[in-house]
């Protein structure tokens, strides 16, 4: 099966600045080549992530410059949602935040983190992210831009070390390995924490993961999705 993206606008909501590049930006460097439209939505500030013994006031604006790197290698449109770390719910407020970033970018795709991952922000993100994805195209509900035609598809990613994740489907990354290799490497906060005892070396994390997903799937390197299999939002291939 040959899948192409050409004619989507792919929308990542990811929780954390690195997470899109852990999980699935050779998807979107594939579907970015194919001629599709890619958006990332950061939905926290990564204001928490220090290495042990580290003290940086500016994290925060340090971990927006370095997704707005990575974004712009793979020619992605970039929203910070802005919330803090440990601070995200899906609440009224926040859902409303998002129904008008998906209204803006006007996604026909949104790939959402695991609803049972490790992190508790990746939870909170997973829930608001597949809110969001209905009420955006629910003329009564009202924000500043119009609402969408048809509420998009989802698309939910591996979970980080594969944990508990039962994959539908892989996308075959193997000619996006490198780039999402460089995209990874903006990241230079987190990547040099990689020796704390509650933490892991991103970089190789990462290369296992897509290795790994690709062996499973018969490529070099590959990242793993589920589909949102519920009534008017799953799509033919």
């Not at 220090?50 to 974004?71: P, S, Y």
């Not at 490790?118 to 003329?139: I, K, T």
Request: glycine letters at 6%.
């Amino acid at each position: 099966m040959q899948l192409h993206f050409s004619q989507e606008r792919i929308f990542a909501v990811m929780a954390h600045p690195d997470d899109a590049e852990l999980l699935c930006a050779g998807t979107l460097a594939r579907a970015k080549s194919d001629g599709a439209e890619i958006g990332i939505c950061v939905m926290c500030r990564g204001d928490k992530g220090l290495r042990a013994g580290e003290v940086i006031d500016n994290l925060a604006e340090m971990r927006q410059a370095e997704a707005t790197q990575a974004a712009a290698i793979l020619g992605a449109r970039l929203f910070w949602f802005g919330a803090n770390d440990a601070e995200l719910s899906d609440g009224l407020p926040q859902r409303r935040a998002l129904v008008e970033i998906y209204r803006q970018f006007r996604p026909t795709l949104i790939i959402a983190h695991f609803a049972q991952d490790y992190h508790p922000d990746h939870r909170a993100a997973a829930q608001l992210a597949e809110a969001a994805s209905w009420f955006c195209a629910s003329r009564g509900y009202k924000t500043e831009s119009p609402a969408l035609e048809a509420a998009p598809a989802v698309w939910f990613a591996d979970a980080l070390n594969m944990s508990g994740f039962a994959p539908h489907f892989f996308i075959d990354v193997s000619q996006q390995l490198e780039l999402k290799k460089k995209m990874l490497a903006c990241h230079q906060s987190q990547i040099r924490r990689g020796g704390d005892r509650d933490f892991a070396p991103l970089t190789e994390l990462m290369l296992h993961q897509a290795q790994s997903r690709g062996a499973e799937a018969g490529v070099l390197a590959a990242e793993a999705f589920a589909a949102h299999h519920v009534f008017k939002r799953a799509r033919a291939l």
